[in-house]
């Protein structure tokens, strides 16, 4: 009984972690009145309630979590290192609140990759996702004044959320999980395979097309490292002389890829936006602006970004300035560091482990990996992508101590391994 309320509670987290209850809380707002839930009444109580909920949880499995804690240490300076910005932010208070915000939807993670099994992770990704994209299709079609944009985004559906691409990268990640689902009925996943796809199409979200491509691409080629691994480095050499071939035959002709993308040459506002982002990096390069304490609309340095973006900007649209502008080159480090250590440790867990569950690390970290280009997606506070990279780290944690408990306990052939004995 109580784990079927925590699988409930796993499911309500994690949709608040995809902002899916935003516009039942708050009405339609803004990208940056949902950056700041604690400017309204609703937003705060329920970060407030659902953060009380969870360390409930974490109380009654301390132990567990203490564990994980302990040996997911690549993400502890990162974090810490968010927190400690605070006495450099040009909002220290903003910073302080935010980062301790950050602490607490990273050990939500943490509980949720411990308490359960990678199958019933799954489960309640895949549950959680079908009825978040059902919901938002409702609202498109029911009361498009609220689920379907307008103005430069008309026609495009945004559903239960504040934007396209939100949406977008929400039906992205939910294929890959429904990729990996296999519910009793199997009817049910082939359904909310298309069901997804017909969503991303509706939202006409190029970003969440392109990525989803680089995934259906990038997925079967896991199986080279367990069946040709020697082909695996020249594939990969290949794949990245063709990305940056093909980048710069881009660049060069943005004209043509703007067209391709049915976007313009700017893809919408975004290039004008890096620029003016990495000029405001140059000032303060090494430490950055504090987390979270950059877009303050038009206050402090983002003023300058948004006169000379002529958009009220809520974040970079790059994951990689977007934490260069919060932590500086210093916090920029420490998380491509944790970064490549978990790529690795995926990398790790695929060819140990058995099943068809073993690629979902890899593959999550080739989520992360694309949709920061353009997006942002990997530390935030009260985000569902946060929340998924520290169940990644703790699942791995929790079944490398598995298999090494299962070692001890049935020791391996070469144990019992001596010198040969030879007779005269």
């Known amino acids: 009984m109580l784990k079927t309320f925590e699988k409930l509670f796993a499911m309500a987290m994690l949709a608040y972690g995809c902002n899916a209850f935003g516009l039942l809380l708050v009405g339609p707002i803004s990208d940056v009145q949902r950056l700041a839930p604690e400017g309204n009444t609703a937003g705060l109580a329920a970060q407030i309630g659902f953060h009380a909920v969870a360390w409930l949880f974490y109380i009654l499995h301390a132990k567990k979590l203490t564990f994980v804690i302990v040996r997911t240490h690549w993400w502890t300076p990162i974090l810490l290192f968010a927190v400690c910005s605070t006495a450099w932010s040009q909002d220290p208070i903003l ?113 969440g097309l392109a990525v989803l491509i680089c995934l259906l691409i990038v997925t079967p080629l896991f199986r080279l490292v367990r069946t040709q691994a020697k082909l695996l480095v020249p594939t990969a050499m290949l794949l990245l002389t063709a990305g940056a071939a093909l980048s710069i035959v881009l660049v060069t002709n943005s004209g043509v890829a703007s067209a391709l993308l049915g976007r313009d040459s700017t893809l919408t506002g975004r290039t004008t936006l890096w620029h003016e982002c990495l000029v405001s990096i140059i000032k303060r390069p090494i430490l950055g602006y504090g987390f979270d ?125 001596t010198q040969p004995i030879y007779l005269s």
């Open 95 to 207: 910073t302080f609140k935010r980062s301790l915000i950050l602490i607490g939807t990273f050990l939500f993670g943490l509980y949720f990759g411990s308490r359960f099994e990678l199958k019933e992770q799954i489960q309640i990704l895949a549950w959680m996702f079908l009825l978040v994209l059902m919901a938002s299709a409702a609202v498109a079609i029911a009361a498009p004044n609220l689920g379907v944009g307008s103005g430069g985004h008309l026609g495009n559906w945004r559903g239960l959320f504040t934007q396209k691409n939100v949406l977008a990268r929400v039906a992205v990640l939910a294929t890959l999980v429904f990729f990996f689902w296999r519910p009793s009925y199997r009817p049910l996943r082939y359904f909310a395979l298309v069901f997804a796809i017909m969503v991303l199409a509706m939202t006409r979200s190029a970003t």
């Open 293 to 417: 304490a950059f877009w303050r609309g038009m206050v402090g340095e983002s003023a300058r970004v948004n006169l000379a973006a002529h958009w009220l900007v809520p974040t970079a649209h790059n994951g990689i300035l977007q934490l260069w502008l919060d932590l500086g080159a210093m916090g920029l480090a420490l998380f491509v560091l944790a970064y490549a250590v978990y790529v690795r440790k995926s990398l790790r867990f695929y060819l140990v482990n058995e099943g068809y569950l073993r690629a979902w690390p890899l593959a999550y970290m080739a989520f992360l990996f694309f949709y920061n280009f353009t997006e942002v997606t990997e530390l935030d506070q009260n985000n569902i992508f946060t929340m998924l990279v520290a169940a990644l780290a703790a699942t791995i944690t929790v079944r490398a101590f598995e298999m090494e408990t299962d070692e001890d306990k049935y020791p391996s052939t070469r144990d019992f391994e």
